[in-house]
């Protein structure tokens, strides 16, 4: 059965960030996704984690850019950021955005800042994630497809970079979501769900097809956690039945 994560980023928004992980845990996550857990201290966070008894498994780092030219200084700062709140909350899944650019050497500025990042994170046992975001939701990002993300992460030198497939921005991009799980399976390492359109919850009022994509993703024997970065469209409790056959007990 698939594995959900809580996005405490994105759900149970009805109280504060430090209070969402027990809402989670309450409902039956076991583990969570912060993308922005950097207005807390990591020690904070990391209390709340062990309390609940869940399991960080992805973060984003400050948004600061990897494939920005001229930014390698901030987005290396960013990651030793980020590599703090990892080690403190024991997460080994960072999300490197690649930041808005169009420059023609954008992507060789974000395969060497990715060399020599994945350097310091595999020294904590943390893998380094790209993930392509849709040009509807942010127009002038620069990774925006599957292949250009694959072509990346095979010419990073490390064995700790992997991709994170976001079914939510790949529909809008390219569709066709099972050959894409299919395609890059071997260097997937976090998967992520949202309704489209309106990024809210991937249930029947949606286009995805998602219980056969979590089925098959399942019967390809991926064991990572699928983390539910969507808005609800009401009240997070209330609309996590679509959850319900994956152990989510709302």
């Known amino acids: 059965m698939p594995k959900l994560a809580a ?3 994105f759900l149970f928004g009805e109280v504060d960030l430090l209070d969402r992980f027990a809402l989670a845990s309450r409902v039956g996550f076991r583990a969570v ?5 950097y207005t ?12 609940n008894d869940l399991e960080t498994v992805l973060m984003n780092l400050p948004d600061s850019g990897g494939a920005v030219p001229g930014q390698e200084r901030e987005f290396q700062a960013a990651l030793d950021h980020a590599l703090e709140y990892a080690d403190a909350t024991g ?3 960072l999300h490197c955005l690649a930041g808005d650019t169009d420059a023609p050497e954008a992507e060789s500025t974000f395969v060497n800042n990715l060399n020599r990042g994945a350097e310091r994170a595999a020294r904590l046992g943390v893998s380094l994630l790209v993930e392509p975001i849709n ?10 497809r599957t292949t250009q993300a694959r072509r990346i992460i095979d010419a990073v030198e490390a064995d700790n970079i992997g991709l994170q497939l976001d079914l939510y921005h790949t529909q809008i991009m390219e569709g066709s979501l099972a050959r894409a799980i299919e395609m890059h399976r071997d260097v997937i390492r976090h998967f992520q769900v949202a309704g489209v359109p309106g990024r809210g919850e991937p249930d029947a009022e949606q286009e995805i097809n998602y ?3 979590l089925d098959l ?3 390809l024997g991926f064991d990572g956690w699928v983390g539910c970065e969507y808005w609800p469209r ?3 409790v209330a609309g996590l039945a679509w959850a319900r056959p994956y152990g989510i007990d709302a």
């Open 91 to 93: 997460c080994r899944l």
């Open 217 to 219: 993703i399942d019967r």
């Open 234 to 236: 009401a009240e997070t």
């Open 33 to 37: 996704e912060i993308q922005r857990p």
């Open 211 to 213: 219980a056969f994509l």
């Open 135 to 144: 040009t509807t939701d942010r127009p002038d990002y620069f990774l925006t």
């Open 40 to 51: 807390e201290p990591a020690a904070a966070i990391a209390r709340e984690v062990e309390r």
């Open 7 to 9: 996005s405490v980023t």
